[in-house]
């Protein structure tokens, strides 16, 4: 291949596509919302074929699924404004614009009302939008949600960003429906990766949606084809069979003292068979069974692309010893990255100074709320570990604080490795150089003390004694 096609190839590729160039599907409709397939191009008559776009909301029950655990889980996280402080910990903030606005958004949604429908939109769309309402100090008094295929970013003649923004009812008629177009610094834009096929990059984000369309294509056909078949066939789970030639009238009338003793009030009885009938129950094709399978792994794949492990979905995989592991496991991967991004972009909005200065910060703690277990135990290695301190603990739970609780403890066998090194070490007195000290003078001799007076055992004890030594003594001079 010559040098010059190869560089006009790489030109085309990083070159800015015109209105009217041909772009790589799959492709995005800004106006009715959707998403067009790829295969759409294969075929001028594409549209008399029976296709349709891809919805742009959920119309899948795994995509309802994965999508409804992040802003669910999201909005169950209660957030936070902390700095650091000179003591090497971090303060709450409470007084702050961010603190506000993280318990009360606006004057008609509680906080998990708005970040569940934001965490929503962010992960159907790629896009999630805020107006930013500020009063007379200048500090982000009101957040309000737009609708994303509504507002879109668009850029000025020197590069500055602008965002026109609309689907929000309630601005709407407090605007008089006027076209709010406001500044970047007004607008919480919450995006996913970038694509180049969206203009203009790289400000609008783009779903995980766009990887898993061909499974939600393939899922939403079998499951449209599977509705018109049972639709349009009944399928018997049992069939009665004879080798016998009947006619209509004892047909009807077996099938007729068949359904009298298994179905409705009469369901449970016992039928009994006659002109040789056998039941043969009708059984599962290999077909349907293939259809099952298929339909297992376009799931399994959309939970893969928006990184939700099928535990939390409820679709069986390796079991986990614990709630505890099963959340950390998910914060590692996919709600790790979904609080850490939506916590950089309330940074950005409320200009926080980022880690480790200043930053908002959603607790996932309360995802162990129902793990009674797992959380006393994590407390208890905690205080015993000297991390916490028992009232620090206890306020955790929501209990009192204790006397004498405030400082943190640990064994009185955990020692640092220099202490340990005096103990086998005898301490050594170094010689003095200075003059003698006088010796110090004897102390008096000790008075003797009194003896206590023998009482009659002793008396008599002595008196036996003094007896024997006689009678020993004259034996020896016979």
């Known amino acids: 291949m010559r040098l010059p096609s190869v560089l006009a190839r790489v030109v085309d590729r990083f070159r800015q596509k015109a209105d009217g160039d041909y772009t790589p599907g799959p492709w995005h409709l800004p106006i009715t919302g959707g998403w067009l397939p790829t295969e759409v191009g294969s075929w001028w008559n594409w549209w008399q074929m ?16 994965c999508v409804s655990a992040y802003s669910q889980t999201v909005a169950m ?6 700095r650091s ?17 993280l318990k009360k958004p606006n004057d008609y949604q509680s906080i998990s009302d708005f970040m569940l429908n934001m965490v929503r939109m962010m992960y159907l769309d790629g896009n999630a939008y805020a107006l930013a309402v500020r009063n007379e100090r200048f500090e982000v008094n009101e957040l309000h949600i737009m609708h994303p295929m509504q507002s879109w970013p668009q850029l000025s003649t020197t590069g500055d960003v602008f965002y026109r923004l609309g689907g929000n009812h309630v601005i709407d008629y407090r605007l008089n429906q006027q076209p709010v177009i406001v500044p970047q610094r007004d607008v919480l834009h919450m995006r996913l990766h970038t694509a180049r096929s969206r203009w203009p990059y790289p400000l609008v984000g783009e779903s995980p949606l766009m990887a898993a369309m061909s499974d939600v ?12 078949f049972y639709n349009n066939q009944a399928r018997p789970s049992a069939v009665l069979s004879t080798d016998l030639v009947l006619d209509k009238e004892q047909v009807a009338h077996l099938r007729d003292r068949w359904n009298e003793q298994t179905k409705l009030l009469q369901a449970g009885g016992t039928p009994i068979l006659t002109a040789g009938l056998k039941v043969q129950p009708w059984t599962i094709l290999g077909r349907d069974a293939a259809i099952a399978d298929v339909l297992k792994f376009t799931e399994q794949h959309i939970a893969l692309v928006y990184r939700v492990p099928l535990q939390i979905l409820g679709l069986g995989g390796a079991p986990h010893g614990s709630t505890e592991i099963m959340m950390q496991e998910w914060i590692a991967t996919g709600l790790g990255f979904a609080l850490a991004h939506v916590e950089e972009a309330f940074g ?9 200065d200043e930053w908002c910060e959603f607790d996932t703690k309360v995802l162990l709320r129902s793990a009674f277990k797992d959380r006393i135990e994590a407390y208890v290695r905690g205080v015993q570990g000297g991390i916490y301190s028992p009232n620090e603990a206890r306020n955790e739970e929501g209990m009192d604080s204790v006397k004498a609780g405030d400082e943190p403890r640990v064994q009185q066998q955990v020692v640092p490795l220099s202490a340990a090194e005096a103990i086998t070490k005898p301490p050594t007195t170094p010689p003095s150089t200075g003059p003698h000290p006088p010796p110090a003078p004897p102390a008096p001799p000790a008075k003797p003390q009194p003896q206590a007076k023998p009482d009659d055992s002793q008396r008599e004890f002595q008196r036996i004694r003094a007896a024997a030594d006689r009678i020993g003594r004259s034996r020896l001079r016979s």
């Open 217 to 228: 294509a393939t899922q939403s056909s079998i499951l449209a084809q599977q509705l018109g």
């Open 85 to 101: 402080n000179t003591k090497g910990g971090r303060d709450r903030v409470t007084n702050s614009a961010l603190s506000r606005i």
């Open 77 to 82: 996280c209660p957030g936070a404004h902390w």
């Open 348 to 356: 950005l909005l409320f200009n926080l100074k980022g880690q480790p």
């Open 50 to 65: 029976g296709g349709m776009p891809i919805p742009q909301d959920a119309q899948s029950a795994i995509v309802e699924a």
